[in-house]
């Protein structure tokens, strides 16, 4: 029996980054549903961006860090010279640095989150650091990369805004038409939580990792299921275990 066959799967992930499990989930009998509820967006104020990706072009940098994928896109233009290591979190964020730059990052953690970074670089000790990221990004790897002495220019590459999938998903949601929600991050959880009505039980909340559900907790939206690890095949493992344990009971 395929647990994913019939069921209704709302995938909340921006425009176009959702469409690879979208396939997955059809695959398996499924029916995805994308409905974004988060988009990207220029800072507000280009110019820290445009003048560290200057230092960045001239050298000054001894570690270019990218934490997302969005984040290697806001700097595709960007010159990232040889004398700068790359360190990326995640073997997609790792990929996209290969394809727009044509560079092998010099450090990939293991454990797919920017926690884990630090120590996966090595001695930063007088390294200088260029952390672009998002403008709600919270200070947590900002302040560990100091901690173990690196000098950190932090820019905001990119902001988070409301996606356009928040009206479809709210009707759907209304009608009873979803049986799970994909949350790959914090700022979609916190979209969601707008969408849900106080004491309303929502559908299995399947998140992409442990910072998203801890998001989550603190909005208080129940999870069902946290993935493994942060990719599609961890997701629809997740998702599959979901609609077992449900039809178990």
Same mark, same amino acid.
């Given at each position: ?30 029916? $995805? ?9 220029? /800072?507000?104020?280009?110019? !820290? ?82 952390? !672009? ?44 038409? =979803? ?18 009505? /106080?004491?309303?039980?929502? $559908? ?14 603190? =909005? ?9 690890? $942060? ?10 275990? =979901? ?7």
């Amino acid at each position: 029996m395929n647990a994913l066959a019939g069921r209704r799967i709302a995938i909340t992930r921006p425009a176009g980054r959702g469409d690879t499990l979208a396939e997955r989930l059809r695959a398996q009998g499924a029916i $995805p549903l994308l409905t974004p509820l988060i988009a990207y967006a220029p /800072p507000d104020d280009p110019a !820290p961006l445009q003048q560290a990706l200057s230092q960045l072009a001239a050298g000054a940098y001894d570690w270019l860090v990218v934490t997302s994928r969005q984040a290697v896109q806001a700097l595709a233009a960007a010159t990232v010279p040889s004398v700068t290591a790359i360190a990326a979190v995640g073997k997609g964020t790792a990929a996209d640095c290969r394809r727009v730059w044509g560079r092998e990052p010099a450090s990939v953690p293991d454990e797919e989150l920017g926690a884990a970074l630090p120590q996966a670089m090595g001695n930063l000790a007088g390294q200088r650091v260029l952390l !672009p990221c998002a403008d709600i990004a919270p200070p947590t790897l900002t302040e560990a990369l100091r901690a173990a002495g690196a000098t950190v220019d932090r820019v905001t590459a990119y902001r988070t805004i409301a996606g356009p999938g928040a009206g479809e998903l709210a009707a759907a949601l209304q009608a009873g038409e =979803v049986d799970a929600i994909v949350l790959a991050s914090g700022s979609a959880a916190r979209q969601l939580r707008a969408l849900i009505l /106080p004491h309303t039980q929502p $559908p299995a909340l399947v998140c992409i990792g442990p910072s998203t559900a801890a998001v989550c907790a603190a =909005v208080d939206l129940p999870v069902a299921a946290v993935a493994e690890r $942060p990719n599609d095949d961890a997701l629809l493992d997740a998702l599959a275990q =979901v609609f077992v344990a449900q039809h178990a009971q």
